[in-house]
């Protein structure tokens, strides 16, 4: 649970970083790394999704992750069930997963 947000924390504040090949320096380590060139924007994230099937083991995950971006970034985030949409923050656990989509 804990390297789930830890993790979820880690790409949310870093995606805004363009890298060519270079590890970001986060703990755990990541071990394996596939830059891709983008931009996270914060402007339009109004919403942490979870999975409904996850929600008893995500919630509090989700909660934690809201109140930091709230301290962080000065923006509220609800918490809702279902399907994310284009701005949305969405945690969901999948089985046998080597990668976070």
């Known amino acids: 649970m804990k390297t789930l947000f830890i993790t979820s924390l880690c ?8 890298c060519k090949g270079n590890f ?6 990541i071990k394996v790394w596939k830059a891709y060139k983008g931009v996270f924007n914060t402007k339009n994230l109004n919403s942490i999704v979870i999975n409904k099937k996850d929600s008893a083991t995500l919630y509090s995950t989700a909660n934690i992750l809201a109140n ?3 301290e962080f970034l000065g923006k509220e ?13 969405v945690l969901s656990i999948t089985e046998n997963s080597d990668k976070l989509d």
């Open 24 to 29: 970001p320096q986060v703990i755990p380590a």
């Open 77 to 89: 985030c609800a918490i809702i069930l279902g399907n994310g949409k284009k701005g949305d923050v």
């Open 11 to 18: 790409i949310l504040f870093s995606l805004n970083v363009f």
């Open 68 to 70: 930091d971006i709230e």
